[in-house]
């Protein structure tokens, strides 16, 4: 299987916390976000009925202890499903997952990997 490199942005344009982007990628809506200075990149439609993930809030990490120490969740603005921007796991429900897809810097762009 071969990958190609999509060009996003420039990182400028996703200097701070919380800034996001969307970009229709060979046939797919992805959103890149920033958390925390680390690019991360989803589909842009939530897997439940297709809300756009791009407007649903960054919350806290939840993990097996619940603890909330970064704002690595995003929340569908819709129904309030929750999912790991790093894996596109769904917090509440397994069965559901998002794309992830591999974010590469480069010269101060960003590409998205397909």
Aim: glycine fraction near 8%; charge should be negative.
């Amino acid at each position: 299987m071969s990958t190609n490199r999509y060009r996003i942005d420039q990182t400028s344009e996703l200097s701070e916390h919380g800034s996001r982007v969307v970009r229709e990628v060979n046939g797919i809506t992805v959103a890149v976000l920033n958390v925390e200075g680390e690019y991360h990149a989803i589909s842009n439609r939530c897997p439940h009925v297709g809300g756009p993930l791009q407007k649903g809030a960054l919350t806290g990490y939840a993990d097996v202890t619940d603890e909330q120490d970064t704002e690595k969740i995003v929340e569908c603005p819709w129904h309030c499903w929750r999912f790991d921007v790093t894996c596109g796991g769904n917090i509440d429900d397994s069965e559901y997952k998002l794309s992830t897809y591999n974010v590469e810097e480069q010269d101060g762009e960003l590409f998205v990997v397909l």
